[in-house]
């Protein structure tokens, strides 16, 4: 075979999706894995009627470059939605009791979720003058801006839980891009959310909250079936160096040790397998990737008979804030946001055990995790009987840690890449963690491999790239 245009080390969801985008764009790519399977984390199990993932369990969308994938991929077709509405509640736990969080500021602003000195900050926002540092921490921000209720009742939990972090020390510029850009531009997170509502009304994009008909293994199936992608599993890159005409990558393979060369290298792999492969060429790059941290997780899943709970299990499940001293960041009810997941008159209950925030809970035995699982979910939700069925699955790094000067650490990053053209970073821990996060910046390193591929300085007429903070620091690392 002839050397590819691209070589992509790891595939996980974000190694895929960058393989995707560049041969989608026409060039030849090469995808070296070292497992035997393809997802990386993301991977789903069935039995006994119960389908259960590993990993993500769906996906929350609103950018075009995931509608574009699912369209193209005959994905559409197979996408189940989860139930929205007001009949279907987000809870928190507050005082040892599920609480249901209202999502319109209105109704939040009559809910007895915050006191009157609460929305009364919350009311004041607007005249907070504008602040704050590069280094300033997701608890730091929402105080100042939104004060500690808002804080402990809804940002802290959100932050433990879908991203297994600390708001203490998670970087507020790296985690909410969003929130940090309004405030430079307007001001105010309240006045700049309604300009921006205004100048955007008729043309918001749609938030989708959906899986697949199989699960979020069938996301993976998909990509891994691309058209002018070699898939080489089993297949552990060791060195990479640069050569006169890009990249040269030596590994060891099912055949034995195999050397592959490219004009481009993205490199899909956790940080400390990036770092340990770019520290022989640039000491200062690996460091700063080495230097990345990982929070250890545990998804518990418990499958009960129905009429065993004596919630209604009306919406999507819950978030437990810090303060209420509880091992589970949250927990979703699978079987009611997407009926398939269980047999009819069955509940399934994924729970989340660790993070950041108990750190503690890594070295605890697979018996000890599912035990707390039950502690808390069993009062919370009325639950009388033992679980029929029970899974676990260990992460030990499940996800990347956006903690400290993060925002500066990503721009070294990218500072260090320009010193070795051809070279890319496309991973979870630089653009987002999640499934959607991953597919729009592997769209936007695709456009960038193409325009230097094509010979361009910059992308293709018509081409617009996202111009958010988070964006352009994934641009950055390419």
């Known amino acids: 075979m002839s050397d590819p245009d691209v070589i992509v080390l790891g595939g996980g969801v974000s190694g895929l999706a960058a393989a995707w985008w560049v041969a989608r764009a026409g060039y030849a790519v090469e995808l070296w894995e070292r497992d035997a399977r393809l997802g ?81 900050r919350v009311l004041a926002e607007p005249l907070v003058p504008a602040g704050g540092s590069p280094d300033e921490t997701v608890s730091e921000f929402v105080v100042r801006r939104l004060g500690r209720e808002v804080l402990e009742t809804a940002m802290e939990p ?15 510029h790296a ?25 955007r009304r008729g043309a918001a994009p ?26 080489r599993a089993r297949s552990t890159a060791l060195r990479v160096e640069r050569t006169a005409s890009g990249w040269r990558v030596d590994g060891r393979t099912p055949e034995g040790e195999q050397s592959a060369r490219a004009r481009h290298l993205v490199l899909s792999v956790p940080a400390p397998a990036a770092a340990a492969l770019v520290r022989p060429l640039d000491a200062e790059l690996g460091g700063l990737l080495g230097g990345i941290d990982y929070g250890a997780l545990a998804v518990v899943h418990l499958a009960f008979d129905r009429s065993a709970i004596r919630h209604r299990l009306d919406g999507l ?33 994924s729970c989340y055990v660790g993070g950041a925030r108990a750190p503690h809970t890594r070295d605890w035995t697979d018996g000890r995790c599912i035990d707390a699982a039950l502690t808390v979910v069993g009062p919370l939700l009325g639950i009388d009987a033992a679980p029929q069925r029970v899974w676990l699955d260990r992460h030990a790094a499940a996800l990347p840690l956006y903690h400290g000067a993060y925002a500066g650490r990503l721009q070294a990053i990218g500072e260090r890449l320009r010193r070795w053209p051809g070279l890319h970073v496309a991973a979870n821990y630089a653009g987002g963690v999640s499934v959607r996060d991953r597919i729009a910046c592997a769209r936007a390193l695709a456009r960038r491999i193409d325009a230097a591929l094509a010979g361009l300085r910059t992308p293709a007429a018509g081409v617009t790239l996202d111009s958010t903070p988070e964006a352009a620091l994934a641009q950055g690392l390419g």
Do not use: H
Not at 65 to 73: G, N, P, R
Not at 158 to 172: C, E, H, K, N, Q
């Open 175 to 199: 985690v909410l891009p969003r929130l940090v850009a309004l405030e430079q531009r307007y001001g105010s997170l309240v006045i700049g959310a309604v300009v921006r509502r205004l100048l």
């Open 317 to 349: 499940g819950f978030l437990a804030p810090r303060s209420e001293g509880v091992p589970l960041t949250g927990c979703q009810w699978m079987s009611s946001m997407f009926a398939s997941r269980a047999p009819r008159d069955k509940a399934l209950l």
């Open 158 to 172: 959100f932050i433990a839980g879908p991203l297994a972090s600390d708001a203490d020390r998670a970087s507020a």
């Open 40 to 120: 990386g984390k993301i991977a789903t199990r069935r039995a006994d009627g119960y389908l259960t993932e590993r990993a993500a369990s769906m996906l929350l969308n609103f950018r075009p470059e995931v509608s574009e994938l699912l369209a193209a991929t005959g994905l559409d077709a197979k996408r189940i939605a989860c139930p929205s509405g007001p009949q279907y509640q987000r809870y928190l736990v507050r005082g040892g009791r599920l609480m249901p969080v209202p999502m319109r500021m209105g109704a939040l602003m009559r809910s007895p979720l915050w006191s009157l000195r609460g929305k009364l």
């Open 206 to 231: 749609v938030r989708e909250m959906f899986s697949f008909d199989g699960g979020m293994a069938t996301l993976i199936g998909a990509l891994a079936t691309t058209a002018g992608v070699r898939f």
